[in-house]
């Protein structure tokens, strides 16, 4: 029998209820991966011309909420003839879900009756975006209006009092819950061990946790991560193994709890059974588990297993790649770090605030400055740079890349400073050596309002140390006695330098001695400080107490040690800590390394230095002078011509310690191979400038006869190559290289010599300014006249002692530009200046060249007692010329025996032809090399010298004969018609083999031209 048409009507309608529901359900349960799938079955509902009840409109909503819809399902709702409490809810779980609370409150408003379940989602929805306060205030609503509290409600309440860390407000709500006898429940009893630990108030925590009758994984997980938050890490490892051994399921926040104490801890052995112990569970692939395991392996140095693990995860997001990323930071894998924020850029993963300063920290690991730049820009256009982390990170990396400008602006625009901030520009002055700007800012850090730390003190007093300002130090120090950090440990070893550097070694001690528990940064500053003021036995001594006290050394305290080593040649005790070095596997540092290359040459044990220098893994100059001293100074000068020539074909840069050692040696293996070397080390652009350093100040003594003759520059002694004639460019206008060859032939015809072929060593004056007024003019020209812009690879060489007072980044260039002011502009009012820019690498192995602009001359005495050296003494003896026959591509010495009828004209005769090869160069006079050889000489390989057992010669006596070229004002021709020559004593070149301090007067002649 046909049924009627509205009983087929209301069954068809039936069925497409149940259709259309059960489609929408399945999508739900499906999630984002569904949404398309549900949007065609809502497109086929339509076209099918159904029109949906409130069930089906209801499952609807929540497919799109579930999915991701929620523009969509806002128009579903907005559609709806009839909504009930199940509308509203999912519409708000919808919004919450989304992120925006804000349309979730409004919508909230709008609900005619909202029942518990639109309360606890709104709260829920506040507690989920941190707005703990928005969620307390709701709460408090709600109690108003008198809706009761249910154990959800509790539970986000009490999340949201951890957040807030207020344990009264806790208290009270667990007051609340026993009221209600909801204490018993696991779930709030949960929320209330979580409450209790974020709060810092652990025992409270446990006490409740073990009080509890019933617990679950999630009781559990709140109780170690509560042991964790307030660093009770063995206790959360006590809790994780008890949690193992009762047999109950790990859940994630169990493990990874348990990592970060193992990454805390540090335990490495630990954390490796754990990760087993999650691969065999399946939560190693977990992303919160992944993270922890890749932040536990990354924090504890083992790189390769965090790797390992970073890779292995499915799917990578932000917090798994900034673990990575703060990993390689920290190992000091600067670049790595960098192509891993490239790849979360490239592939989607997005970034955030960590991700910014994890990698402004590697750019300034790498001193990445135009890398830096970049981030910034990416920064700044996505809207992280307001954030005060970000523009910390910024700080720091501008300030370690010696960008100061750009550190300072970025300062500036900054609407809220913390200590981290005034510490960021107070360190980043102090680094680049602006330690008068470092005090200031520490005074305008003080008018703010701000407090320093003890970082803070520290960048300051090694402010204070760099000036050697006693009265700053003072000051400085007594305001962190007054803010309480007197004696803190970092602090008052950073005041112990500073007492020692300032030459006040008595207070240093005693203010180390007032230090209590005594670490090993104070250990470090006094027994450095000693060693700087040559007291090495006391430097023992403490170092000894040391040890004596438990104290473990690290690397810095044993290169000290073994330095004071070699001053005493104490080379028993160097053996032992050499010992010491290798059970603590320290060997392969490179500073250690080469502390102990130089202890053994020094205390002449050159075998084992000789050991110590094969096995170092990596070879700088100071290994090389070392081994090269060691040599020149124990008497064997073929070894330690053979090292110089391995340094030469290494490419390391010799400096002026390797042009003293290398003299030295060449005294001890004859006169032909010491001028032969002599003259090729002058060929030497930046050591020829070194060797204007070493001697600048090196007065003629009081008891030699006038000159006879001008000074000969040490250029046309040592001689130039051909080679590097044409490898200079010469620049400067026609009218430069007119007056530089006018001054040059009129000084050389004053002194009664032929002048010289003229060489440009300056670069075209700057462009004229625009048309303006006159008097501008006249100031512009002036300044023009007086600046000066020269090319070298030795900046600090120039002439005077200068002051640095700030910095930039010039578009354009690779490198930092640094402007410097004269040393004594404040004292005598000296208005030179001048600005040192590094030009752009262009991927060769030679040493770096400079572009030095010098504005103003010198009005000043910038002469430096320290500076000074001994007097000179003279000795008369035969002389030694050197010539160059057309067979022979080298320079040739020739003895000139010192007899009655050899004079200084048949030296003179005997060494008129050119130095050097390939140009043509300046002949040398007899007077021009001069050593002290004897009357008795040999011939041997080509060459003529002086027969070893006569010979007299030191090496200082060659380099002075070389340097001043018999003619600089220190001596003139004998009596008896031969040359007088002066010589260093052998302790007085010794004094000049240490370091020199820069910078230091060096002439014109040592800059480059391009």
Not at 208 to 230: D, K, L, P, T, Y
Not at 791 to 804: A, E, H, I
Request: charged share 20%; hydrophobic share 40%.
């Amino acid at each position: 029998m046909p049924l009627p048409p509205h009983a087929c009507s209301a069954r068809a309608g039936f069925l497409a209820t149940a259709t259309f529901s059960h489609l929408y359900q399945l999508c739900t349960s499906a999630g984002r991966s569904a949404l398309t799938t549900g949007q065609a079955a809502h497109a086929r509902m339509l076209v099918s011309g159904f029109v949906p009840t409130t069930f089906v409109s209801n499952c609807l909503l929540q497919m799109y909420a579930r999915c991701g819809g929620t523009a969509h399902a806002r128009g579903v709702f907005d559609t709806m003839p009839h909504r009930d409490t199940v509308s509203w809810n999912t519409m708000l779980t919808a919004y919450v879900h989304a992120g925006d609370t804000d349309t979730a409150a409004s919508l909230f408003d709008m609900m005619p009756d909202p029942d518990i379940v639109s309360w606890n989602t709104l709260i829920s929805g506040y507690c989920q975006r941190g707005m703990f306060q928005n969620s307390v205030g709701q709460s408090m609503e709600m109690s108003r209006r008198g809706v009761a509290f249910d154990r959800t409600t509790l539970a986000v309440l009490l999340k949201a009092c951890g957040g807030l860390d207020d344990l009264a407000l806790g208290v009270q709500i667990h007051a609340l819950a026993v009221k209600m006898g909801l204490e018993t429940d696991v779930r709030a009893g949960s929320a209330l061990v979580d409450m209790y630990g974020k709060c810092r108030s652990l025992d409270d925590a446990l006490r409740f946790f073990h009080g509890m009758g019933e617990r679950n994984s999630v009781s559990w997980g709140a109780a170690i991560a509560g042991c964790v938050q307030n660093e009770q890490y063995a206790r959360g490892m006590e809790l994780f193994v008890q949690m193992q051994r009762l047999g109950l399921g790990v859940s994630q926040p169990a493990y990874a709890s348990a990592f970060r104490s193992c990454a805390a801890m540090p335990c490495l052995s630990t954390a490796r059974q754990l990760h087993a112990h999650a691969i065999k569970n399946v939560f190693s692939s977990d992303r919160v588990v992944g993270t922890a395991i890749v932040d536990v392996y990354a924090k504890a140095g083992n790189l390769v297993d965090a790797r390992r693990a970073f890779i292995g995860l499915p799917h990578h997001n932000v917090e798994t790649c900034n673990a990575m990323m703060v990993g390689l930071v920290r190992t000091g894998l600067g670049a790595e770090a960098m192509q891993l924020f490239r790849f979360m850029t490239r592939s989607g993963v997005g970034f955030d605030v960590i991700s910014l300063s994890g990698v402004f920290s590697a750019c300034a690991e790498v001193k990445g400055y135009f890398q830096g730049l970049q981030v910034h820009c990416l920064a700044v256009k996505s809207g992280f740079n307001v954030d005060v982390c970000v523009r910390n990170a910024i700080l720091d990396l501008y300030g370690k890349c010696k960008a100061l400008v750009e550190a300072y602006l970025v300062f500036q625009e900054m609407e809220q400073r913390d200590s981290v901030s005034w510490n960021a520009i107070i360190a980043a002055l102090e680094q680049n050596e602006c330690y008068e700007d470092t005090i200031a800012h520490l005074n305008e850090m003080l008018r703010s309002g701000m407090e320093p730390d003890d970082f803070t003190y520290g960048s300051v007093l090694k402010a204070c140390a760099g000036l050697q300002s006693l009265e700053y130090g003072l000051v400085v120090h007594g305001k962190a006695i007054k803010s309480g950090l007197g004696l803190d440990a970092f602090v008052s070893s950073t005041v112990v330098d500073m007492y020692c550097k300032c030459g006040v070694i008595t207070e240093a001690q005693k203010l180390h001695d007032r230090i209590g528990g005594q670490e090993l940064v104070s250990w470090n500053s006094i027994i450095s400080g000693f060693s700087l003021t040559k007291q090495s036995e006391e430097a023992q001594k403490f170092f000894s107490e040391m040890l004596d006290m438990g104290v473990k050394p690290d690397h810095f305290t044993y290169a000290t040690v073994l330095d004071t080593c070699a001053n005493l040649a104490t080379i028993e005790l160097g053996k032992q800590i050499h010992g010491q070095i290798i059970k603590q596997e320290m060997l392969g540092d490179e500073y250690i390394s080469s502390t102990l290359v130089d202890m053994y040459a020094k205390c002449g044990n050159m075998p084992d230095s000789l050991l110590m220098f094969e096995k170092a893994r990596k070879l700088d100059f100071v290994s090389w002078n070392a081994m090269i001293c060691g040599y020149a100074l124990h008497g064997q000068g073929l070894e330690a011509l053979e090292m110089f020539e391995r340094m030469q074909r290494a490419n390391v840069v010799p400096n002026h310690a390797t042009f003293v050692a290398v003299l030295r040696a060449c005294s001890h293996v004859g006169s032909c191979a010491g001028l032969a070397m002599a003259l090729v080390l002058g060929r030497d652009e930046e050591l020829l400038a070194q060797l204007h350093a070493l001697l600048k100040f090196l007065p003629p003594p009081a008891s030699s006869p006038a000159p006879a003759a001008a000074p000969v520059k040490v250029e046309s002694i040592m001689g130039t190559s051909g080679g590097g004639r044409r490898r200079r460019r010469r620049l400067g206008s026609k009218r430069d290289r007119d007056d530089d060859y006018d001054d040059s032939e009129a000084e050389a015809q004053k002194h009664g010599e032929e002048p010289a072929a003229a060489q440009p060593h300056y670069c075209p004056p700057p462009p004229p300014p625009p048309p303006c007024k006159r008097t501008r003019r006249r100031k512009n020209k002036k300044k023009r006249q007086q600046s000066k812009c020269l090319v070298t690879t030795v900046p600090d060489f120039d002439g005077y002692q200068w002051r640095k007072y700030g910095q930039k980044q010039i578009e354009g260039a690779m490198y930092p530009r640094s402007y410097y002011r004269c040393i004594q502009s404040a004292k005598q009012g000296c208005q030179a200046k001048r600005t040192v820019q590094r030009n752009d690498d262009d991927g060769a192995t030679a040493p770096p060249e400079y572009t030095v602009v010098y504005v103003a001359e010198h009005t000043c005495t910038a002469n430096d007692d320290a500076l000074e050296a001994p007097p000179v003494i003279l000795e008369t003896t035969t002389s030694v010329v050197v010539r160059a026959p057309a067979a022979h591509t080298d320079p040739v010495v020739v003895v000139v025996p010192a007899t009655a009828t050899t004079s200084a004209a048949a030296a003179a005769s005997a060494c008129s032809t050119t130095v050097t090869t390939g140009t043509e160069s300046p002949a040398i006079s007899g007077d021009d090399v001069a050593c002290c050889w004897s009357s008795s000489g040999s011939s041997s390989s080509g060459y003529s010298y002086a027969d070893d057992s006569c010979c007299c010669c030191c090496c200082d006596g060659l380099l002075a004969a070389v340097v001043h070229g018999g003619c600089g004002g220190s001596w003139a021709p004998g009596p008896a018609d031969s040359v007088s020559v002066p010589s260093f004593r052998l302790q007085e070149m010794e004094d000049l083999t240490g370091p020199i301090r820069s910078p230091v007067h060096v002439v014109p002649r040592a800059w480059l031209d391009r």
